[in-house]
């Protein structure tokens, strides 16, 4: 963690050189070049010193104690440099007119404040520099007598490798499909396959390979085998040694003379002579680095039906295969409950009669398994922790609460501890603050964990890339690194809020206190550092803000709040004047302190569901922020001063008023009256109300050309022409919603000829009487929503053929026609709504269209009185739902009824449901049993 602080401390010394508002005399611009190049020679020894700390799982305390001073002296210059930037905000906040020539006077005060910080920085840098010398902690050799004089660690892989058939649980399938997929194989040629098994640490990766590999069906079938365990550091040549001493011994015979010479070209030659018409296993055991396929595959020959099984927590190293070879990924899931429930009771209770859970203990150990989440290294760790306990649920219960504290003291825990570790440790320095943000969230949206990502300055600009992309890419690396899960996905597949392991969760959150990097506040309290960086309130902060003074907190994070003390608000102003995110999402508060407006280097603000209704004037002194999220709370009307926010790239508001019935204005955006068109860095703006800025407002949209996202309501039929001449403009939009102000203004999108060629997502609210020719020519259109519309014809013929359309949704008077027929097309389809069609009366699905369908929603429909006329065709639906249907449509479910009996077997769920909308009810739900309902 040290390197990735020193990393982003270099990074800001660079962009203060680089900046054109810092103004650095040539002296100062010289001495911040020294203290970089001082620290890039520092990061060389930090990079080293985390790495021993990853494999031994130990450091030196000499050098602990200089990380850590190297650490704090980083943080005090990053506290150095925001002070300055945020002198330079305030004067720059008071360079009126007026005050010009009192600026003039003053401007030299922070030139002198930072050139003094600036020779406290290089003194500082210097003498842990010397210490670092001092002491030799930069050979690399002294510190092989101290891991010889130190107990190795006990690697839990290596037990893996000889854990016996009866004890291992719930990899019967997966064993015998990868069993099938090393004998039997993908292609229907001779030719060399491989089959990576992936998952997380401490899943079974290697238990599973392993009985896979002594499986008698596989031994039988090949002629030669080996096993090589690779891990996070190797040298290509002793893999390619180690590899031609198993397939000689797996065929009793002589390792070929002269192989512990030989180099990398010519090992390889000797492996493809020795493996020539020989069918041949290999397993490689814990693969790490991306590049070791490359380095390994001219080794073992592609015309021989070789079958290469590797074991990696990283996907792309599954992927680099694919280049020259067919490749088998196999994803291992975690244990299902009743697995994990055997496993665990095997391990508590091995010494039990029976090895049968006490009554007493059952509730307890089901939390237990349930906080293991199904990963087996976990449930045998804290399994075989509890068989050495009494068997007194106290003692237990007290051992649960303190779970976290037991994963780093406990000698029963810490391999676990280590396994779990091994994925941050082997990050590169630009991911570690980023994986270290789960330790504060248990889950988090996507989108918000890239906006304050960026917000915090953890992501890093690339060429021709927006930094929410290169955010996308961050998170993606983790996800493909087997640390990050998704939890939920959008229709396109897309991620849409993540979460780490719980136990994986517990290390983070203590790495990142151990670090300073963030501190959690709850009622059971700890010691607070003032150089820490991230404040995380779990609790009233009432009695813990005492402690809190002066401090250097960067961001604020709520969670659980049921009361907000006014004094919490009061210690924001002054003692964390160097604030970049303030997210009060949730939290109980009805105002906003006016002096928020001189957090001047303030990058993120959330006011997310709280009762918030006005913005101050001062928000307008902000000119850092970046994201400002309004969304569900009461603010209505945009202070003036917004327009000064040239930053500002996401601008979320709306509120929805779930006390009345889905209508044209159960949901409101806010009112924005002059100024939008100063926002060009704006990429996402939703809801503004369109009737209150009017024309003016239409137009300047046209100046946002930068937009991804835009949410307008309010519309009037004016609007239209001057609304498409701006939406023109807006070549990288991607999500459209628009809505009309009431029923009679009717909505005319026609005269939008060329359309933003990236629009992915588009909902349409209100009397449109015709669908715009544009739509069937959005190629990238994955959700269309039409509502209120006064659609006369049906328009499935002009979208059947839209390639990636994954979600249809009409309702409320868009069809008055009798039949609906769906004829041909929308293969991708997942998702259909056909809600409100009055005159509708007949439904018909020829076979073959919507092959894809899985959810299928139709109603409220008053004359639609018989079932969908070929729904049996949809093989892929799993749910289907009826919304307030007329009393003579057909509910009746049961099979030996023959009038009304309709069922299709593969549909998992039938809905019926009435009072669409926000309070809508479920009153008969109807779920298979065994395939047929």
Same mark, same amino acid.
């Given at each position: 963690?040290?390197?990735?602080?020193?990393?982003?401390? $270099?990074?800001?010394?660079?962009?203060?050189?680089?900046?054109?508002?810092?103004?650095?005399?040539?002296?100062?611009?010289?001495?911040?070049?020294?203290? *970089?190049?001082?620290?890039?020679?520092?990061?060389?020894?930090?990079?080293?010193?985390?790495?021993?700390?990853?494999?031994?799982?130990?450091?030196?305390?000499?050098?602990?104690?200089?990380?850590?001073?190297?650490?704090?002296?980083?943080?005090?210059?990053?506290?150095?440099?925001?002070?300055?930037?945020?002198?330079?905000? !305030?004067?720059?906040?008071?360079?009126?007119?007026?005050?010009?020539?009192?600026?003039?006077?003053?401007?030299?005060?922070?030139?002198?404040?930072?050139?003094?910080?600036?020779?406290?920085?290089?003194?500082?840098?210097?003498?842990?520099?010397? !210490?670092?010398?001092?002491?030799?902690?930069?050979?690399?050799?002294?510190?092989?007598?101290? *891991?010889?004089?130190?107990?190795?660690?006990?690697?839990?892989?290596?037990?893996?490798?000889?854990?016996?058939?009866?004890? @291992? @649980?719930?990899?019967?399938?997966?064993?015998?499909?990868?069993?099938?997929?090393?004998?039997?194989?993908?292609?229907?040629?001779?030719?060399?396959?491989?089959?990576?098994?992936?998952?997380?640490?401490?899943?079974?990766?290697?238990?599973?390979?392993?009985?896979?590999?002594?499986?008698?069906?596989?031994?039988?079938?090949?002629?030669?085998?080996?096993?090589?365990?690779?891990?996070?550091?190797?040298?290509?040549?002793?893999?390619?040694?180690?590899?031609?001493?198993?397939?000689?011994?797996?065929?009793?015979?002589?390792?070929?003379?002269?192989?512990?010479?030989?180099?990398?070209?010519?090992?390889?030659?000797?492996?493809?002579?020795?493996?020539?018409?020989?069918?041949?296993?290999?397993?490689?055991?814990?693969?790490?680095?991306?590049?070791?396929?490359?380095?390994?595959?001219?080794?073992?020959?592609?015309?021989?039906?070789?079958?290469?099984?590797?074991?990696?927590?990283?996907?792309?190293?599954?992927?680099?295969?694919?280049?020259?070879?067919?490749?088998?990924?196999?994803?291992?899931?975690?244990?299902?409950?009743?697995?994990?429930?055997?496993?665990?009771?095997?391990?508590?209770?091995?010494?039990?009669?029976?090895?049968?859970? &006490?009554?007493?203990?059952?509730?307890?150990?089901?939390?237990?398994?349930?906080?293991?989440?199904?990963? &087996?290294?976990?449930? #045998?760790?804290?399994?075989?922790?509890?068989?050495?306990?009494?068997?007194?649920?106290?003692?237990?219960?007290?051992?649960?609460?303190?779970?976290?504290?037991?994963?780093?003291?406990? &000698?029963?825990?810490?391999?676990?501890?280590?396994?779990?570790?091994?994925?941050?440790?082997?990050?590169?320095?630009?991911?570690?603050?980023?994986?270290?943000?789960?330790?504060?969230?248990?889950?988090?949206?996507?989108?918000?964990?890239?906006?304050?990502?960026?917000?915090?300055?953890?992501?890093?600009?690339?060429?021709?890339?927006?930094?929410?992309?290169?955010?996308?890419?961050?998170?993606?690396?983790?996800?493909?690194?087997?640390?990050?899960?998704?939890?939920?996905?959008?229709?396109?597949?897309?991620?849409?809020?993540?979460? @780490?392991?719980?136990?994986?969760?517990?290390?983070?959150?203590?790495?990142?206190?151990?670090?300073?990097?963030?501190?959690?506040?709850?009622?059971?309290? %700890?010691?607070?550092?003032?150089?820490?960086?991230?404040?995380?309130?779990?609790?009233?902060?009432?009695?813990?803000?005492?402690?809190?003074?002066?401090?250097?907190?960067?961001?604020?994070?709520?969670?659980?709040?049921?009361?907000?003390?006014?004094?919490?608000?009061?210690?924001?102003?002054?003692?964390?004047?160097?604030?970049?995110?303030?997210?009060?999402?949730?939290?109980?508060?009805?105002?906003?302190?006016?002096?928020?407006g001189d957090l001047y280097l303030l990058k993120y603000l959330s006011l997310r569901h709280t009762k918030v209704k006005f913005l101050p004037e001062s928000i307008g002194n902000l000119q850092n922020l970046e994201t400002l999220d309004l969304r569900h709370c009461l603010?209505?009307?945009?202070?003036?001063k917004i327009n000064k926010l040239l930053k500002l790239r996401h601008f979320s508001a709306h509120y929805c008023d779930y006390s009345t019935n889905f209508s044209m204005t159960y949901e409101r955006g806010v009112k924005i009256h002059d100024g939008i068109g100063c926002?060009?860095?704006?990429?996402?703006?939703?809801?503004?109300?369109?009737?209150?800025?009017?024309?003016?407002?239409?137009?300047?949209?046209?100046?946002?050309?930068?937009?991804?996202?835009?949410?307008? =309501?309010?519309?009037?039929?004016?609007?239209?022409?001057?609304?498409?001449? %701006?939406?023109?403009?807006?070549?990288?939009?991607?999500?459209?919603? #628009?809505?009309?102000?009431?029923?009679?203004?009717?909505?005319?999108?026609? /005269?939008?000829?060329?359309? &933003?060629?990236?629009?992915?997502?588009?909902?349409? =609210?209100?009397?449109?009487?015709?669908?715009?020719?544009?739509?069937?020519?959005?190629?990238?259109?994955?959700?269309? *929503?039409?509502?209120?519309? *006064?659609?006369?014809?049906?328009?499935?013929?002009?979208?059947?053929?839209?390639?990636?359309?994954?979600?249809?949704?009409?309702?409320?008077?868009?069809?008055?026609?009798?039949?609906?027929?769906?004829?041909?097309?929308?293969?991708?389809?997942?998702?259909?709504?056909?809600?409100?069609?009055?005159?509708? %009366?007949?439904?018909?699905?020829?076979?073959? #269209?919507?092959?894809?369908?899985?959810?299928?929603?139709?109603?409220?429909?008053?004359?639609?009185?018989?079932?969908?006329?070929? $729904?049996?065709?949809?093989?892929?639906?799993?749910?289907?739902?009826?919304?307030?249907?007329?009393?003579?449509?057909?509910?009746?479910?049961?099979?030996?009824?023959?009038?009304?009996?309709?069922?299709?077997?593969?549909?998992?769920? #039938?809905?019926?449901?009435?009072?669409?909308?926000?309070?809508?009810?479920?009153?008969?739900?109807?779920?298979?049993?065994? /395939?047929?309902?």
């Amino acid at each position: 963690m040290a390197e990735s602080v020193v990393c982003f401390v $270099i990074e800001k010394l660079v962009s203060l050189l680089i900046s054109t508002e810092a103004k650095l005399s040539r002296d100062v611009r010289k001495e911040v070049g020294c203290i *970089r190049d001082e620290l890039e020679s520092i990061r060389s020894f930090l990079k080293d010193a985390d790495a021993k700390e990853a494999v031994e799982g130990e450091m030196d305390d000499s050098i602990k104690t200089w990380v850590r001073q190297v650490r704090e002296a980083a943080y005090y210059i990053e506290d150095a440099i925001d002070e300055y930037l945020l002198c330079i905000t !305030r004067h720059h906040q008071d360079r009126g007119f007026l005050h010009k020539i009192t600026w003039l006077v003053k401007k030299m005060k922070p030139q002198d404040e930072i050139a003094s910080k600036v020779e406290a920085m290089k003194t500082l840098v210097s003498e842990i520099k010397a !210490r670092h010398e001092r002491y030799g902690f930069n050979s690399s050799e002294q510190g092989q007598g101290r *891991r010889e004089m130190t107990v190795p660690w006990h690697d839990p892989r290596v037990a893996s490798l000889f854990i016996e058939e009866a004890e @291992v @649980v719930g990899v019967e399938s997966a064993r015998d499909e990868l069993i099938n997929w090393l004998v039997e194989g993908a292609s229907k040629h001779e030719r060399r396959e491989v089959i990576s098994v992936l998952g997380m640490g401490g899943l079974g990766k290697t238990t599973l390979a392993k009985k896979v590999y002594d499986n008698q069906k596989v031994m039988a079938h090949f002629d030669c085998c080996a096993w090589i365990t690779v891990s996070q550091s190797y040298h290509v040549e002793d893999l390619l040694r180690m590899m031609i001493r198993q397939f000689c011994k797996s065929r009793k015979e002589y390792i070929p003379e002269g192989t512990d010479q030989m180099d990398q070209e010519s090992l390889i030659v000797k492996s493809r002579e020795y493996l020539r018409q020989k069918r041949y296993v290999v397993v490689f055991d814990d693969v790490w680095k991306v590049d070791f396929w490359g380095a390994i595959e001219h080794a073992l020959p592609d015309d021989n039906a070789g079958r290469i099984m590797i074991t990696t927590r990283i996907k792309d190293v599954a992927d680099f295969c694919k280049k020259s070879c067919f490749v088998h990924v196999h994803h291992l899931q975690p244990l299902p409950p009743n697995k994990a429930w055997e496993l665990f009771c095997r391990k508590a209770f091995q010494f039990e009669p029976e090895g049968i859970c &006490p009554e007493e203990l059952e509730e307890l150990s089901l939390e237990i398994v349930r906080k293991c989440e199904g990963l &087996p290294l976990a449930i #045998v760790s804290v399994g075989g922790l509890l068989s050495t306990k009494d068997k007194i649920l106290s003692g237990w219960q007290k051992l649960y609460s303190s779970l976290s504290s037991e994963l780093e003291s406990n &000698p029963h825990l810490t391999s676990l501890t280590r396994i779990l570790s091994f994925s941050y440790h082997h990050l590169p320095y630009y991911l570690k603050s980023c994986a270290l943000y789960f330790g504060i969230f248990p889950s988090i949206s996507c989108i918000r964990l890239i906006q304050l990502w960026i917000a915090e300055g953890f992501v890093k600009s690339k060429k021709g890339k927006t930094l929410e992309e290169v955010g996308e890419e961050y998170l993606t690396e983790l996800i493909h690194r087997s640390l990050v899960q998704v939890s939920r996905v959008c229709i396109d597949g897309k991620a849409r809020s993540c979460r @780490v392991h719980d136990l994986l969760r517990e290390v983070l959150l203590r790495k990142g206190m151990e670090s300073s990097f963030c501190h959690m506040l709850s009622e059971h309290g %700890s010691n607070f550092t003032p150089i820490t960086r991230r404040l995380s309130i779990d609790s009233s902060p009432s009695d813990a803000l005492v402690s809190i003074q002066q401090s250097h907190i960067r961001s604020v994070f709520t969670f659980n709040q049921e009361e907000w003390p006014e004094s919490f608000l009061n210690t924001l102003n002054g003692n964390f004047k160097l604030l970049k995110v303030l997210d009060f999402e949730d939290v109980p508060i009805n105002q906003l302190p006016k002096y928020v407006g001189d957090l001047y280097l303030l990058k993120y603000l959330s006011l997310r569901h709280t009762k918030v209704k006005f913005l101050p004037e001062s928000i307008g002194n902000l000119q850092n922020l970046e994201t400002l999220d309004l969304r569900h709370c009461l603010v209505y009307e945009i202070p003036a001063k917004i327009n000064k926010l040239l930053k500002l790239r996401h601008f979320s508001a709306h509120y929805c008023d779930y006390s009345t019935n889905f209508s044209m204005t159960y949901e409101r955006g806010v009112k924005i009256h002059d100024g939008i068109g100063c926002l060009q860095a704006l990429q996402k703006l939703y809801h503004v109300e369109a009737n209150h800025g009017g024309i003016n407002l239409i137009k300047a949209l046209g100046k946002l050309r930068q937009l991804r996202r835009l949410g307008l =309501k309010n519309l009037k039929s004016e609007d239209g022409g001057d609304l498409c001449a %701006s939406i023109e403009k807006m070549n990288h939009l991607e999500s459209l919603e #628009v809505s009309t102000l009431s029923e009679d203004e009717v909505l005319d999108l026609q /005269s939008l000829s060329t359309p &933003p060629k990236f629009i992915r997502f588009l909902y349409l =609210k209100g009397p449109l009487e015709q669908l715009p020719s544009w739509i069937p020519q959005l190629q990238q259109l994955v959700k269309l *929503r039409i509502f209120w519309s *006064r659609l006369r014809d049906s328009p499935l013929k002009a979208l059947q053929n839209l390639p990636h359309l994954l979600e249809l949704g009409f309702s409320y008077k868009a069809y008055d026609g009798v039949q609906l027929h769906f004829e041909g097309g929308f293969e991708k389809l997942r998702v259909l709504k056909l809600k409100d069609l009055k005159g509708l %009366s007949s439904l018909i699905i020829d076979n073959g #269209v919507m092959p894809d369908l899985q959810e299928l929603q139709i109603g409220p429909s008053p004359q639609l009185k018989e079932v969908p006329s070929g $729904i049996h065709h949809l093989r892929n639906l799993t749910t289907l739902r009826f919304v307030d249907m007329p009393k003579e449509f057909p509910r009746n479910m049961d099979p030996n009824d023959g009038q009304h009996y309709w069922v299709v077997e593969h549909i998992k769920y #039938v809905l019926f449901s009435y009072k669409f909308g926000p309070r809508c009810g479920v009153f008969e739900t109807h779920t298979l049993r065994d /395939s047929s309902l």
